[in-house]
């Protein structure tokens, strides 16, 4: 990215709401090869080929929930520390759970120069808060389930490819398309438009 403010939030929403092919080539175009994914639900550390994982989780996501309705709220660069911050709120709804939409908020960070994303992490504090309930062990107990769900995300997005196809060539069924098989999202949409 030349001008991460003004690029990212076009970023994003190829990541959340693209077919499956644009979201995989905006990995490819925004996400160094070695980069990093910090999620409360799953992590993927640096390492060469980890942009791979970072595309399978993605994918994961995708077959959960075709659908994912956002809203960019603001937008900083710290150029000095090259960081770049992203407020915005989205609704993700899991079509095979009935009456299951949950709008929520959440901050990401992370960039390097002609920018490319060198890390992502979505800031809700789960390894954070576990300290406090599970003192010295929390932690590593919530890295372990990070690395266990990362495995079912890449096991999930291969087993549910036939999901990303049919939407990438839009045969993907309307009841799933419109992201909940029991609940309407759009009349969750306002909410994230106030956060």
């Known amino acids: ?15 959340t709401q693209g077919v499956p092919s644009l979201q995989e080539k905006a990995i490819e175009r925004f996400f160094t090869q070695d980069a990093a994914f910090i999620h409360p639900f799953c ?14 989780i993605f994918q994961w996501y995708k077959c959960m929930s075709p659908r994912v309705e956002i809203e960019i709220h603001s937008t900083a660069f710290d150029e000095k520390n090259l960081k770049l911050y992203v407020h915005m709120s989205q609704i993700f ?3 095979v759970v009935p009456f299951h939409v949950a709008p929520g908020e959440n901050r990401t960070d992370g960039v390097d120069t002609l920018y490319y994303i060198t890390q992502q992490e979505d800031l809700y504090q789960t390894s954070e808060f576990v300290k406090f309930i599970l003192p010295h062990v929390g932690y590593w107990l919530v890295l372990g389930w990070h690395l266990i769900a990362t495995l079912f995300c890449v096991l999930g997005s291969f087993f549910l490819w036939p999901m990303l196809w049919l939407e990438e060539n839009g045969y993907l069924p309307g009841w799933i398309a419109k992201g909940n098989v029991a609940y309407d999202m759009d009349l969750k949409i306002h909410e994230i438009k106030q956060s």
């Open 1 to 15: 990215m030349e001008n991460p403010v003004l690029e990212i939030p076009a970023a994003i929403r190829l990541l």
């Open 43 to 56: 992590r993927v550390p640096h390492f060469e080929g980890s942009r791979w994982y970072i595309t399978k």
């Open 93 to 95: 709804s899991i079509w």
